[in-house]
């Protein structure tokens, strides 16, 4: 499933996170990826363990922490720490790769393993021209290119891509998300019937038995899915 979540991130922390990323140490990109991943990639990314880093992820997490439809998209077990690229100039693309299956943090502070990949955008489409996520699907490509402050899950299994940047900056945040649902497919009914569900509740009401027994099929279907 390919899921666009709309503000992720408020206005106000979108600028927030801009004044740090503008004064922040790029470093080349290759550091954090795979062998494959590293021969397709050429843009600059924040050191994990900076400063500036660290506040972003405090930000970012907060974020998430909040948002209901993400959560319900999601069902994370593990969330890896968010980090920050940028795309322009010399280093301005991402060719096709699939990310690697397991992330293994920093530290020896565990491994998630990658079901779910998502990006944030922090750069409004109409600051660069270029830089679109394509990510290769069953029903062809999906191109990606989101306002400040929103969110797209998509599947870790898919190739994927960022086109080049040619002209501008495009700023982003990436993690990935371990979660306790691993099916793609289970994940996605999960997440329509909880989608459904709260449509039902706001039109009948919590009481309403129908509302009640399906909101205990949810429950019950999480609980035949779920690795806690
Ligand atoms: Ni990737």
């Given at each position: 499933m390919l899921l666009h979540i709309n503000d992720l991130l408020t206005p106000e922390e979108v600028h927030r996170a801009r004044a740090i990323l503008a004064v922040a140490p790029w470093q080349d990109g290759?550091?954090?990826?795979?062998e494959q991943a590293a021969l397709a990639k050429n843009n600059e990314q924040l050191p994990e363990g900076c400063e500036e880093a660290r506040l972003l992820q405090e930000l970012v997490l907060r974020g998430l922490e909040r948002h209901e439809v993400f959560f319900s998209a999601s069902l994370p077990r593990q969330v890896s720490p968010p980090l920050f690229n940028r795309y322009g100039g010399a280093t301005n693309t991402f060719g096709n790769h699939v990310d690697s299956a397991v992330r293994f943090l920093r530290n020896g502070a565990g491994r998630v393993r990658t079901d779910i990949s998502c990006t944030l955008f922090l750069a409004d489409p109409d600051e660069y021209d270029g830089g679109e996520l394509v990510v290769e699907d069953t029903y062809g490509d999906k191109r990606v290119k989101l306002p400040a402050g929103d969110l797209v899950l998509y599947p870790g299994t898919s190739v994927h891509r960022v086109e080049p940047v040619t002209r501008g900056h495009r700023l982003a945040c990436f993690f990935w998300i371990q979660s306790m649902v691993r099916s793609d497919e289970q994940r996605r009914l999960l997440f329509d019937m909880d989608m459904h569900l709260r449509r039902l509740r706001s039109g009948a009401g919590d009481a309403d038995p129908a509302v009640v027994g399906l909101t205990g099929t949810y429950h019950n279907l999480l609980r035949m899915w779920v690795d806690t």
């Amino acid at each position: 499933m390919l899921l666009h979540i709309n503000d992720l991130l408020t206005p106000e922390e979108v600028h927030r996170a801009r004044a740090i990323l503008a004064v922040a140490p790029w470093q080349d990109g290759r550091a954090t990826s795979g062998e494959q991943a590293a021969l397709a990639k050429n843009n600059e990314q924040l050191p994990e363990g900076c400063e500036e880093a660290r506040l972003l992820q405090e930000l970012v997490l907060r974020g998430l922490e909040r948002h209901e439809v993400f959560f319900s998209a999601s069902l994370p077990r593990q969330v890896s720490p968010p980090l920050f690229n940028r795309y322009g100039g010399a280093t301005n693309t991402f060719g096709n790769h699939v990310d690697s299956a397991v992330r293994f943090l920093r530290n020896g502070a565990g491994r998630v393993r990658t079901d779910i990949s998502c990006t944030l955008f922090l750069a409004d489409p109409d600051e660069y021209d270029g830089g679109e996520l394509v990510v290769e699907d069953t029903y062809g490509d999906k191109r990606v290119k989101l306002p400040a402050g929103d969110l797209v899950l998509y599947p870790g299994t898919s190739v994927h891509r960022v086109e080049p940047v040619t002209r501008g900056h495009r700023l982003a945040c990436f993690f990935w998300i371990q979660s306790m649902v691993r099916s793609d497919e289970q994940r996605r009914l999960l997440f329509d019937m909880d989608m459904h569900l709260r449509r039902l509740r706001s039109g009948a009401g919590d009481a309403d038995p129908a509302v009640v027994g399906l909101t205990g099929t949810y429950h019950n279907l999480l609980r035949m899915w779920v690795d806690t």
